[in-house]
């Protein structure tokens, strides 16, 4: 079981879906959720202002992204959070969680070394087997 979990999605349904077959499935202990990109890396800009034991506690294992969301979509997230700015947390492994149908997209999600893999939504308890199984075989 992960610590905790960041789930980055604009649908609140999304994000209640998600709560629920997360914590049906027993898969993590806290899920923390944003609205948007800029949301996420507020959250991280909270993390880098606290003290490390706060931070250890509420750092995420895993972020499930979504790609279109206004204010700041899951690409422009992810180009942020691949700078330096974001060091510290940019090795986080990311499962994009999308609806999208775009070959180009999946093409593209491979371009960030934290992305482990591109699923269409929604969530589910075999999706979070097979997540799990991921995680641990990915460095």
């Known amino acids: 079981m992960l610590d905790t979990i ?4 604009d649908d609140p ?3 209640m879906l998600c709560k629920m077959v997360i914590t049906k499935a027993s898969f993590s202990n806290e899920i923390a959720t944003a609205r948007n990109g800029e949301e ?15 931070e250890s506690k509420r750092l995420p294992q895993l ?10 979509g899951g690409w422009e997230f992810l180009d942020c959070f691949c700078s330096d ?5 940019n090795h986080i492994k990311t499962i994009i969680l999308s609806s999208t149908i775009d070959p ?17 939504k ?11 199984i991921k995680i641990n075989s990915t460095p």
Do not use: H, Q, W
Request: proline share 5%; net charge negative; with cysteine.
């Open 104 to 120: 180009e997209d999946l093409k593209r999600s491979k371009k960030y070394p934290m992305v482990i893999d591109f699923l269409s």
């Open 63 to 72: 972020i499930f992204l979504d790609l279109n969301m206004p204010v700041m």
């Open 6 to 9: 960041l789930c980055i999605d």
């Open 13 to 15: 349904i999304t994000l």
């Open 85 to 89: 700015d974001y060091s510290d947390y």
């Open 40 to 54: 996420a890396l507020n959250y991280f800009n909270t993390l880098k202002n606290t003290n490390s034991d706060g």
């Open 122 to 132: 929604p969530i589910s308890k075999e999706m979070l087997e097979y997540v799990k």
